[in-house]
């Protein structure tokens, strides 16, 4: 459905994806009562590759969206896909042991290929993939990032290149970085063109998708679940939550298990050959920092979409425009005279543990969020394992349910979150400092 006739861009948050948006078909709210296979609820990337995995298997689907397709951190972030979580396999390993950490891993590898896939074979050029992606060390870290590259080629067959401080100057101007690892099985995209073509693929195999349909009740009806909007409502066998950092209270027990952490974005005004003099690549940065900064050109090296910063609370955008391009410009000064065009901010879901929350609460009721800043191949994998899991074709959703829903703390969670990330900017200081 399409409410036709009205300019309907102003829904989104302002940045640089909505402001380059090829297509902006608005779907009408649910304003009745419909029955299907599986109700997805949260129209992000998780909850649109589960659509899209779900009717592959021939269930029928309804996906409902409280504002639009990808509104939250699924069409402002940075783009990147890259394997990995939040947090390294030693880490997972703590949880789970080193021979499911490695499984993880494996699928969080998958799920850049699952994007790349869609891309091609639905042949979604406005998703414009840039190949490339580049950590960088602000401290001298050679021996650690090589025995990453083998690591990486030894465990899973995964090929990354190891740059020398020489052959990273010649793609960054900055005497901020020293070594680097290239993934150039890794991309860069445009992430809000690439889910509303998934979306368009969800609806042309069948799919039901509705915005502005806020959930406001999920009820037990015995053999199914009935979910409730200000307008209509769906009857489902399954129901799937994939609402991210925008959940809210709508499930308690979901609501406990992770911390809304927000993070900051900016577009810098167009200045090609001042930003060729800092910026020699075409590849996704982000430096190896806990408190990290990740940029990238855009618009054929016209501008710089620079993100960074975590915070447990919003900022005004005019502040965080502020302090994200002293970043910027702390790392390449001979880019202080370039403007800042438009900042925004958006939520994302942190669980304790950094992994993402994938399972099933209960008979019936699924989830699939918390991917933690690093959702562009999580969110990819993991509605792929919750459709193998509803559809019984495979169990490997429980991987990742191992990890539990742990308790976020609350207001104390949050508290600790923010005190946590600023010790860590204090180390990362220290440690740039000794090098």
Not at 30 to 36: A, G, P, R
Not at 254 to 262: M, V
Request: glycine share 10%.
């Amino acid at each position: 459905m399409q409410n036709a006739g009205k300019s309907t861009l102003a829904d989104y948050v302002d940045s640089y994806y909505s402001r380059t948006l090829r297509n902006d078909n608005a779907r009408a709210p649910i304003d009745t009562d419909i029955n299907v296979d599986v109700c997805i609820v949260g129209a992000g990337m998780a909850g649109i590759t589960a659509a899209l995995e779900l009717l592959g298997r021939g269930r029928t689907v309804a996906l409902l969206e409280a504002k639009r397709v990808s509104w939250g951190a699924s069409g402002r972030n940075g783009g990147v896909v890259s394997p990995g979580y939040s947090t390294g396999v030693s880490n997972i390993a703590q949880h789970v042991g080193m021979d499911e950490a490695k499984a993880l891993y494996r699928m969080s590898i998958e799920g850049v290929d699952i994007v790349r896939e869609n891309i091609r074979r639905l042949d979604i050029d406005e998703a414009g993939p840039v190949s490339g992606v580049l950590r960088l060390s602000r401290h001298e870290n050679a021996s650690e990032m090589t025995a990453h590259q083998q690591w990486l080629s030894r465990e899973f067959g995964y090929e990354v290149n190891y740059l020398s401080t020489s052959e990273v100057r010649q793609r960054v101007v900055s005497d901020k970085y020293r070594q680097g690892l290239l993934d150039e099985n890794a991309f860069h995209f445009h992430p809000l063109n690439y889910a509303r073509a998934l979306v368009s693929e969800v609806e042309r195999l069948g799919g039901r998708v509705f915005e502005h349909s806020e959930v406001v009740s999920i009820k037990d009806q015995g053999a199914s679940k009935r979910v409730t909007t200000a307008r209509g409502s769906v009857t489902a066998r399954d129901v799937v939550l994939t609402c991210g950092g925008y959940t809210g209270s709508l499930v308690p027990r979901l609501a406990r298990s992770y911390l809304p952490i927000s993070t900051y974005m900016m577009l810098t005004e167009p200045a090609k050959s001042a930003i060729a003099s800092a910026i020699r690549t075409r590849a996704s940065i982000g430096d190896s920092r806990r408190s990290s900064d990740y940029y990238r050109l855009v618009d054929d090296g016209e501008r710089v979409l620079w993100g960074g910063m975590i915070t447990t609370r919003r900022s005004d955008p005019h502040r965080l425009a502020d302090a994200l391009r002293n970043r910027m410009v702390d790392t390449y000064p001979q880019l202080k005279d370039l403007a800042v065009q438009v900042a925004w901010s958006g939520k994302m879901a942190y669980a304790r543990h950094l992994m993402p929350l994938i399972g099933r609460l209960e008979d019936g009721i699924w989830y699939c969020m918390g991917f933690g800043g690093h959702g562009m191949n999580t969110t990819a994998i993991g509605g792929r394992v919750i459709a193998e899991g509803i559809t019984g074709t495979s169990n490997r959703y429980q991987s990742f349910a191992a990890l539990g829903l742990p308790w976020n703390g609350s207001y104390v969670g949050l508290a600790v979150a923010q005190l946590t990330y600023w010790s860590y900017q204090m180390m990362d200081f220290m440690r740039e400092r000794a090098a």
